[in-house]
């Protein structure tokens, strides 16, 4: 995977085009229920057009066969990444990847990545609400675990969860890591939170970043001193 911050598009569809108006380069970009929802299926071929990758971000959890057909349709579309919840079963995540199969086009199936636990979730609260009473981290490997075995590209998860993870799981698999603040901006509603450049060190395969370039004064200026601190280069 590239070495791009994923730009959070957490707009309506008229606000997302003309946001990325502002951008003379290609761009990984997140379209979520928001603008998903608002727009449909047109707003992934207009960002397309633009020569942006895309990263649907549905977070699937339904019976098997219902997450597969969805699958297909979604492959159609010709996105770049796609994710599921883990919590729906290894059956549910290997029907994802089917459906995935059947309906890509160009010969290339999208990525698909599952949700373990939300970056907005505390430990407590998982323990409380979901009553799974193991830590955290031990949710987030059990997860992780079982979309490996249903042969998923990769999870979606903390970045400081990453050191846990890939020792376990290996470099190969993808680890896509929201939750990201430069230092000295709020952390909003995410609990689990870390600097483009800890996530990098962390091992992160990507990460995605919202408020900190969308409701930036300056998002081009912001964007490409994230992936800055994200590359570890100098350009």
Known sequence: MEKLPI???????????????????????????ELFYESGPPIIQDIKAMG?????????HDIPTTVQKAMK?????????VNVHAAGGVNMMKAAVKGLNEGC????????????????TSEQQMQNEQQIQLNLIQSVQHYA?????????GIVCAATDCRH?????????????????????????QV???TPAEAAQLGASAIVVGRAITGSEDPTGSYRQIKKEWSGTDE
């Open 7 to 33: 730009i959070a598009l957490d707009f309506t569809g008229a606000e997302a085009k003309q946001f990325l108006k502002q951008f003379d380069e290609h761009l990984f970009v997140k379209v979520g229920m």
């Open 52 to 60: 942006h990758k895309v990263f649907l971000d549905l977070k699937l």
């Open 73 to 81: 349709q979604l492959a159609a579309l010709d996105v770049d990444l």
């Open 105 to 120: 086009i160009n010969g290339k199936r999208p990525e698909i990545i599952a949700v373990t636990q939300l970056t907005s």
């Open 145 to 153: 675990g079982l979309a490996k075995q249903a042969g998923l590209d």
């Open 165 to 189: 993870l890939i020792s376990e799981l290996g470099s190969d698999f993808k680890y896509i890591t929201p939750g990201i603040r430069p230092k000295g901006t709020d952390a909003n509603d």
């Open 192 to 194: 689990r939170t870390a």
